[in-house]
């Protein structure tokens, strides 16, 4: 099994000032951001733990148990017994190693096993009424009798019963979510294109890779990091340091222009968070850095924390959308990544991110995924970048996606298409790990009791994510596709009044 365990430190650590680098005199001015700010909403109807919550939502997690919280995830198991043959021709298409038949088996246990329990909690009920009664001594003998057999019949049914709801979990946990009907059936290569743009640039020079242009304009360098931390970190200087911070400041004015709000977020987060979201934190070849010692793990995505912000909690329909844009460094093991094609900033274990996530109502999620991807797409046009568009086939989905779609940009050091971001929407799918409900807005029924009224009942969200920039490999598009033929690299127009209206990184005087 590859565990990977980190022994950490605590250091205190800000990273605001990273963040936001203030453009230089004469360009736009960050605290113009505030005018797109949303003003505050009312989130809560109210917040619930794990043994306030409704029944299909209790903590428990089978395995494990004394290392990590438990939890349970509101499976609609009835659903998926009654859409047997469907759930079962997903599976295939998604390539998943599910167990349906299982899953099935250990429902209709759960079920019958249930019943029992509910059928001799009936018979104890009536025994004790009867015990209320005027009765002779023998018959009161016989009566307790049979209710203390009852009890103990009871108390092993009840243990067999959690046992058996806990396997249930543990095994339905696998099963992935649904498919969108237009999604390509097959594997990455039967993915299709949803739109090209641009062309690849044609160069009337010899071209050099990322890393050599990093080399030569002293802009990475990777020996002194892997001496440091190993193989697969970096360290970036000079001009390299201001365009990242210029990406992810023009990245954040450009998006919450959309609505989005702004958030940086922890980057240690619970293990059971992880695997809420649909990441499996401890496995063979998993991508999660654990921390030793500890139910925590480093973040691979701001997805995970951001989805845990409303965990365990109803909304208000009035306060939907949710619409947030996350910066966070993210931490990835790359397990079973070698070969030429994760060379250099291409796949690398520590990098910044900046991460779009939607909560909305279900009717609602498909809209923003058409949304979250045309930000995606408007942003790499208006840097210039020749990419494509592609609707991801089934077994390229990972478990949580409904559908996702991935972007790939023409790298021409690297000689080929590489993926650049992704946007998914993932229906109920999380939302019914983390606890994520709202409340419809219509009217109270008034109930049979006169004067009490019935609030509408609750429904899961959707949740959506997006990645709106991803540093390193946009900076390997940017120093590929924008190098000039006396070793210098063009910086796009968009991202000049961030890096202090610097137009070009030029090489360093000997």
């Known amino acids: 099994m590859s565990l990977h365990k980190l022994r950490l430190a605590a250091v205190p650590i800000t990273f605001s000032s990273r963040l936001f680098l203030k453009p230089f005199p004469n360009t736009l001015s960050l605290g113009l951001f505030s005018r797109h700010l949303q003003p505050h909403k009312p989130l809560l109807v109210r917040a619930f733990s794990a043994s306030a919550a409704v029944q299909d939502i209790p903590a428990t997690q089978a395995s494990d148990s004394s290392a990590r919280p438990q939890w349970k995830a509101a499976i609609d198991f009835k659903w998926i017994r009654d859409?047997?043959?469907?759930?079962?021709?997903?599976?295939?298409?998604?390539?998943?190693?599910?167990?349906?038949?299982?899953v099935l088996e250990l429902y209709e246990n759960m079920v019958n096993l249930q019943k029992e329990v509910e059928q001799l909690r009936e018979e104890r009920n009536n025994v004790a009424k009867k015990m209320k009664g005027k009765l002779e001594p023998s018959q009161r003998e016989t009566l307790v009798e049979e209710g203390k057999n009852l009890k103990e019949s009871l108390v092993s049914l009840e243990e067999d019963l959690v046992k058996l709801k806990d396997e249930l979990q543990h095994v339905a946990q696998s099963i992935p979510n649904m498919t969108h009907p237009d999604v390509p059936i097959g594997g990455e290569d039967s993915s299709a294109i949803r739109k090209e743009v641009g062309s690849p640039r044609e160069f009337s020079f010899p071209i050099k890779d990322h890393l050599q242009l990093g080399k030569d304009l002293d802009l990475i360098d990777f020996d002194s990091a892997a001496e440091v931390s190993g193989s697969k970190f970096f360290y970036l200087k000079n001009e390299a340091v201001l365009l990242e911070m210029a990406l992810l400041n023009w990245t954040l004015s450009q998006v919450m222009k959309k609505g989005f709000t702004p958030l940086t977020t922890p980057e240690i987060v619970r293990s059971s968070i992880v695997e809420k979201c649909g990441f499996q934190p401890r496995?063979?070849?998993?991508?999660?850095?654990?921390?030793?010692?500890?139910?925590?793990?480093?973040?691979?995505?701001?997805?995970?924390?951001?989805?845990?912000?409303?965990?365990?909690?109803?909304?208000?329909?009035?306060?939907?959308?949710?619409?947030?844009?996350?910066?966070?460094?993210?931490?990835?093991?790359?397990?079973?990544?070698?070969?030429?094609?994760?060379?250099?900033?291409?796949?690398?274990?520590?990098?910044?991110?900046?991460?779009?996530?939607v909560i909305c109502r279900p009717e609602d999620s498909e809209s923003f995924h058409q949304e979250l991807i045309q930000i995606e797409e408007d942003l790499f046009t208006s840097l210039g970048l020749h990419f494509k568009t592609l609707d991801m086939a089934t077994a390229d989905l990972g478990a949580p996606a409904y559908r996702k779609f991935d972007v790939e940009a023409w790298m021409p050091g690297l000689g080929r298409f590489g993926e650049i971001s992704s946007a998914s929407n993932c229906t109920d799918y999380q939302s019914r790990r983390l606890g994520i409900r709202?409340?419809?807005?219509?009217?109270?029924?008034?109930?049979?009791?006169?004067?009490?009224?019935?609030?509408?009942?609750?429904?899961?969200?959707?949740?959506?994510?997006?990645?709106?920039?991803?540093?390193?490999?946009m900076m390997v598009c940017l120093l590929e596709n924008y190098q000039q033929e006396d070793g210098s690299v063009v910086i796009p127009e968009p991202l000049r009044p961030f890096m202090g209206g610097i137009e070009l990184i030029k090489p360093k005087l000997k």
Not at 327 to 342: D, L, Q, V
Not at 454 to 470: I, Q, S
């Open 283 to 357: 496995g063979d070849n998993t991508q999660v850095y654990s921390i030793d010692g500890t139910d925590q793990c480093l973040i691979g995505t701001a997805e995970i924390p951001v989805g845990g912000i409303h965990m365990d909690s109803i909304l208000l329909e009035s306060a939907l959308p949710l619409k947030y844009i996350a910066f966070s460094h993210c931490f990835r093991t790359e397990a079973g990544a070698a070969g030429a094609a994760t060379k250099g900033l291409y796949r690398v274990h520590q990098f910044s991110k900046a991460e779009m996530f």
């Open 438 to 473: 709202y409340r419809p807005s219509e009217q109270p029924q008034t109930g049979p009791k006169k004067g009490k009224a019935n609030l509408p009942a609750t429904k899961f969200v959707h949740t959506l994510n997006a990645t709106a920039c991803a540093i390193p490999r």
């Open 83 to 102: 859409n047997k043959e469907a759930v079962e021709i997903n599976i295939k298409n998604r390539n998943s190693n599910a167990n349906l038949e299982a």
